[in-house]
């Protein structure tokens, strides 16, 4: 079936930032950008459980910044200096695993590695999990995100986009072709 004709009672949604790469000149530094804030927002306001995460940095109270900010993971199958920041992918599964609805933010091109391990991790474990991004980046590259593993990339402003694909997602939801300004690799819902 594909993940985009399920109907899900009340589905719950995962506003999640990316874990972050970097070269060891760089300084480390959260993401910081406010568009998944402003999603989270949005969706609790239109009355759908929804949960904001930063991989970068964890839950607080769970996640040390030790093992997570703080943890330089090499990525020597991407460049020889390059290293990664950020949640496990194991934590990364048990945070994902309550929620139906996966939406990541890609705004910057460095961004792109870790959003596409986050989605190719999550769907090697949960295929069921509906997998959507946003941004610029994701926007630009939306062939390449929906290629590897991201259900649909909404192509501009997020807010009414992901409330009204919150909604789609409900039973009696509006088929897929309606949603104006998102791209899917799939076909249109029943």
Request: hydrophobic fraction near 40%.
């Amino acid at each position: 079936m594909d993940v985009l004709t399920r109907r899900i009672g009340e589905p719950r949604i995962l506003c999640l930032y990316a874990t972050l790469q970097y070269y060891p000149d760089e300084v480390c530094r959260p993401d910081s950008s406010l568009g998944l804030i402003y999603l989270h927002s949005a969706l609790r306001q239109a009355g759908f459980q929804a949960d904001l995460l930063d991989a970068s940095i964890g839950r607080p109270g769970r996640d040390d910044l030790s093992d997570t900010f703080y943890r330089r993971t090499p990525l020597p199958e991407v460049a020889p200096d390059l290293f990664r920041i950020g949640m496990t992918p194991e934590r990364i599964l048990e945070e994902v695993e309550p929620f139906d609805v996966i939406a990541i933010s890609s705004i910057f091109t460095q961004q792109t590695g870790r959003c596409i391990e986050i989605a190719q991790l999550v769907k090697s474990v949960y295929p069921e999990k509906i997998l959507v991004a946003g941004g610029v980046n994701a926007r630009s590259l939306k062939d390449y995100f929906l290629d590897r593993g991201f259900d649909a990339i909404f192509l501009s402003e997020g807010e009414k986009s992901l409330v009204a694909f919150a909604e789609f997602c409900a039973p009696g939801g509006l088929r897929w072709t309606r949603f104006p300004a998102s791209a899917s690799g799939a076909t249109a819902g029943p």
